[in-house]
């Protein structure tokens, strides 16, 4: 048995500020410093051995694994850090009020973009504030300008395959600090949730969820840690 954790960053200031956040880079807020702080109290207080941790190259998600770990007494653990585990990316949506949005838009339409499985947003238009063609973080990438569910999964997958399945394979219990919608798609990988169902799964902010998984990667049991911010748990397959 292996025990694979995922931990959705803590609040950062444009979940705050309610507005779509992708690929921006913002920080964590007092309370996502607090809701990493808690997360990593879990995590110690679990018992499980990590040996590693990864993460995106989003800073919110990177401080809520580091502030995690120094809580659990683990900061000296490798850390894995790759844009394969950044955040969906919202085109044209990026940095609008979300709330602002549905009124421009339509409560419908904004729905659509937000939870279909393969329906993106508009596409970023290029030479913008937040056009990442230029950021260092993604050199040799070409930056998708939008992202829907499903191209999300599609990146996030063959990493989850290539790098971080083999680690579980033999043996290393490992920690994934990242976002909701990378998580989403490691989640739907796990637990073989169909793409109608994948879009109603919601993973909690700062509260890790602890899988156990056999010798071929099917998880065996998994569970919230801070069992009272607890969200649905697909059903083992």
Known sequence: MVVLALL???????????????????????EGERQARRAGQLLGASGVAFDAMFTSVLTRAIRTGQIALREAGLAWLPVHK?????????GALTGLNKAETAAQHGEDQVKIWRR???VPPPPLPPGGTYDFAADR???GV????????????????????????????????????AHGNSLRAIVKQIFAVSDSDIVGVEIPT???????????????SARYLDAERAETLPPLP
């Open 82 to 90: 790759d844009w394969r585990l950044n955040e969906r990316h919202y």
């Open 8 to 30: 959705r960053h803590g609040q950062s200031q444009w979940n705050l500020e309610n507005r779509f956040t992708g690929w921006v880079d913002v920080d964590l807020t007092e």
């Open 116 to 118: 279909s499985y393969d």
């Open 206 to 220: 700062g509260n890790p969820l602890l899988i156990e998984l056999d010798a071929q990667l099917r998880p065996v």
């Open 142 to 177: 070409a930056p998708p300008a939008t992202e829907s569910l499903k191209t999300t999964l599609d990146r996030v997958l063959p990493y989850w395959g290539d790098v971080i399945a083999p680690e579980l394979r033999v043996g290393k219990n490992l920690i994934i600090a």
């Open 137 to 139: 973080r993604y050199a």
